[in-house]
């Protein structure tokens, strides 16, 4: 999620959370073929986070050919192209769910790629496909840092990923996930909305049931997403629609132990929906824990300044626990992590909680 899952972010959820699979931020081709530092920041991942997948967004060809080899070069294990976004600068050029109007650039785009995907695999470098020269130095210098003076691994064809919506302003997946699967990528994931109801409305899940039969068909898997907020709900969703696999988005948000417990689902084959919350109950002393050390991990992964981009995560965590609303209004305005751990400090001095209170619900 833009914003949202950055290299920070994934490694808590990495650690705590062991999701089995995680994405980047989508990431502009143009900006990873031109090379620019702040458009190459998305990409930068840490090893727990494997399998990571990087996720792409543009409407040039020739440009995810290029791409295709950077992300093959940076070590990814993955790459997921965004035919999903709704946001105005995106989709309205051309790019994410704008792509849900020209199904046959979608298809030139799949296909060109998995050329550079395959090209890379035999050994094209960076230089053979006249990548910009600042684009060829950041990768380098990534992979100093990442393999240090050793060998990088074996070259091997990343797999190839679409992540799309229903449709534009009209629900047409099963049409469009026809079209897709002519593409043949490993996996199609569908977000359960329109475009045209960016995050408005409930997730259509009967829709996305139906596209999985169709899918299915072409032997290519499906991740459904839309709406989750526990594992017993993502459980529920895989038994009553088929799919392969869920995605959870916003309900990951200062909830890393929302992954915790997945092993449970993996083979249910009966409605969880009703149960037990499979999700195990956070104590206050956790939720602190957690708030310290993500802010302390953003530190050491990032400049000072850069810092307000953690307040919105420190607010998340304040959900669900008595005084939450006072203290999110003093997290948004931190700026280190030792302000953070002043701003926990006085809250446990200030507030003597009963042990019932003490044990807050994780969201
Ligand atoms: C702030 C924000 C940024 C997002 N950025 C991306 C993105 O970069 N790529 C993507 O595939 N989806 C993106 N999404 C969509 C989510 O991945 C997901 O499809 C959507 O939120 C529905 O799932 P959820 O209900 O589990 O959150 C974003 C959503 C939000 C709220």
């Known amino acids: 999620m833009d914003g949202v899952t950055d290299v920070t972010f994934r490694h808590v959820m990495a650690t705590y959370g062991r999701p089995d699979v995680l994405f980047t931020e989508f990431t502009n081709v143009h900006d990873i073929c031109h ?3 702040a458009g190459w920041e998305p990409l930068r991942y840490s090893e727990c986070e494997r399998p990571i997948v990087a996720q792409l967004y543009g409407k040039h060809p020739a440009l995810f050919y290029k791409a295709a080899h950077v992300i093959g070069e940076l070590g990814f294990d993955g790459l997921d192209i965004n035919m999903g976004c709704p946001s105005k600068n995106v989709a309205s050029s051309g790019s994410g769910a704008g792509l849900i109007r020209t199904p046959d650039l979608a298809l030139e785009i799949m296909a060109s790629t998995k050329q550079g995907l395959a090209d890379w695999a035999q050994g094209q470098t960076l230089e053979e496909i006249g990548l910009k020269k600042s684009a060829i130095h950041q990768a380098k210098e990534r992979n100093q840092v990442r393999w240090g003076g050793s060998e990088p691994p074996p070259r091997r064809r990343l797999p190839l990923t679409v992540k799309t919506r229903l449709g534009y302003d009209s629900v047409v997946i099963n049409e469009w ?12 994931s569908i977000h359960g909305r329109t475009l045209q109801q960016m995050y408005r409305g409930e997730a259509d899940w009967e829709a996305i049931a139906n596209a999985t039969q169709v899918i299915h068909r072409h032997g290519i898997l499906v991740l459904g997403n839309g709406d989750i907020r526990s594992l017993n709900e993502a459980a529920n969703r895989i038994h009553t629609s088929g799919v392969d696999g869920i995605l959870i988005g916003r309900a990951a948000q200062g909830n890393p132990w929302i992954f ?11 409605n969880l929906n009703s149960g037990p919350l499979i999700q195990p109950r956070i104590s206050l002393e956790s939720r602190f824990q957690m708030m310290i050390n993500h802010a302390v991990l953003f530190e050491s992964f990032n400049e000072t300044p850069r810092f307000p981009r953690m307040r919105k995560h420190l607010g998340w965590y304040c959900s669900e626990f008595p005084y939450a609303a006072a203290m999110r209004a003093n997290m948004v305005k931190t700026n280190t992590a030792q302000e953070v751990q002043r701003l926990l400090d006085e809250y446990t001095s200030q507030h003597v909680l009963t042990e019932q209170e003490a044990l807050s619900a994780s969201y």
Request: net charge neutral; charged share 25%.
């Open 35 to 37: 090379g620019s530092r």
């Open 177 to 188: 996930s026809d079209c897709l699967a002519q593409g043949q990528p490993e996996v199609i």
């Open 260 to 270: 915790q417990g997945k092993d449970l689902i993996r083979n249910a084959t009966q």
